[in-house]
């Protein structure tokens, strides 16, 4: 019998434990810790969605893998209401959060040895992590003409980025499609913050007509219910797209009892069904978006991208992505440094103002 080799030993070290020194730095400060460095609501969960999940609870048999009729139903026009992609009936399965399906969906999917995985070069880390969990490949690449004959299976797409807030537009996708399916390639758009577009950038899903052509052949949609309605302790997430690519998924989740639990199934239908809170939501986060914009920007920083999402990719012309982290963390404000997300990172700092009200104040009074 071989040696064990741990699956732990196949992914890089947890990048935000090199924060911790820091943490510790800011921490101390006079004012208390201004913690900007993640992206985790910190708004109440609407008072509609606990009651949702309240009535729920006396749920004792096993949840549906495809989610409740009413719960794909809710997901289907909300795609339609909101966002203009009409998908085929039943092409939706619910799960625990989108992080898991980032860091799954290679293995669900059978790619392993040999495959190769495209994802951006400033990327969340989990896309680089799935790909080696399934043992495949993964190549950090945002010009896809320069991969050369290696044989792509899978091509992740993250609009609006994370961590940038870059936002890709119709062409640009519609050319990612069209380059994918001329190789037998798969496409799998992160869109958890499709919703979070800024100052008139209204982000397109891959799914839209204008993007695919009206086909969703070989595509799929990943959104989340995290940043939308606050759900993010519910691990409240789907995904859609390819309806043979979704049955497929569906009976690998069925056999690992990958299941998202009733009374969060009902939660998350009835969020999909309101978009009030949603926009509520969503008014809160640009307050306190045009609140530290301008207080990095009157401090000296710049901002790029951060045209949808919920950070700003934020600079200093005077220091690299840690020296940055060091002289935030004195004045007692944390941030991620840029090179969490990829080398290319390395002179930005990402900044989420999903921090309260009060925090938020804090942090631009100390940069001012």
């Known amino acids: 019998m071989g040696e064990r080799r741990p699956l732990a030993d196949r992914l890089p070290t947890f990048p935000w434990d090199r924060l911790a020194p820091y943490k510790r730095t800011a921490a101390a400060h006079a004012g208390g810790l201004v913690d900007l460095s993640v992206g985790t609501p910190v708004d109440p969960v609407p008072e509609s969605l606990q009651r949702a999940l309240a009535d729920a609870a006396n749920s004792p048999g096993y949840p549906q893998t495809w989610g409740t009729p009413g719960l794909r139903a809710a997901i289907e026009g909300w795609l339609s209401r909101r966002h203009g992609v009409d998908v085929a009936e039943g092409a939706v399965l619910p799960t625990i959060g989108s992080k898991e399906t980032v860091a799954w969906l290679p293995t669900l999917l059978g790619l392993g040895e040999g495959d190769t995985v495209v994802h951006p070069e400033l990327a969340y880390p989990t896309y680089d992590v799935g790909v080696r969990l399934a043992g495949a490949d993964p190549v950090a690449a945002d010009g896809l003409a320069s991969l050369g004959p290696a044989r792509v299976s899978l091509v992740w797409v993250n609009s609006p980025s994370n961590p940038t807030g ?64 606050n759900l993010a302790g519910y691990r409240a997430a789907f995904l859609t797209g390819d309806p043979e690519l979704v049955r ?21 239908r009835a969020a999909l069904d309101d978009d009030a809170h949603a926009d509520e939501q969503k008014e809160r986060y640009r307050a306190r978006r045009t609140r530290l914009r301008a207080a990095f920007e009157g401090a000296g920083w710049k901002v790029e991208h951060s045209e949808a ?19 935030l963390a004195e004045r007692g404000v944390i941030v991620a440094p840029g090179d969490f997300y990829g080398r290319a990172g390395a002179g930005h700092v990402r900044v989420a103002f999903t921090a309260t009200d009060e925090r938020v104040r804090e942090a631009a009074a100390r940069l001012a």
């Open 166 to 229: 870059r936002v890709l537009g119709v062409e640009h996708l519609r050319k990612v499609v069209q380059w994918a399916r001329e190789r037998g390639a798969i496409v799998a758009s992160d869109e958890c913050y499709l919703d979070l577009g800024w100052d008139g950038t209204e982000p397109v899903s891959i799914l839209h007509p204008d993007v695919c052509g009206g086909s969703h052949e070989n595509l799929l949609a990943l959104h989340s219910l995290s940043k939308r309605s």
């Open 248 to 268: 497929e998924l569906l009976e690998v989740r069925k056999h690992s009892g990958m299941i998202v639990p009733a009374p969060v199934q009902a939660a998350m």
């Open 309 to 327: 999402g919920l950070y700003l990719w934020a600079s200093h012309p005077d220091l690299d992505a840690w020296d940055a982290v060091g002289h």
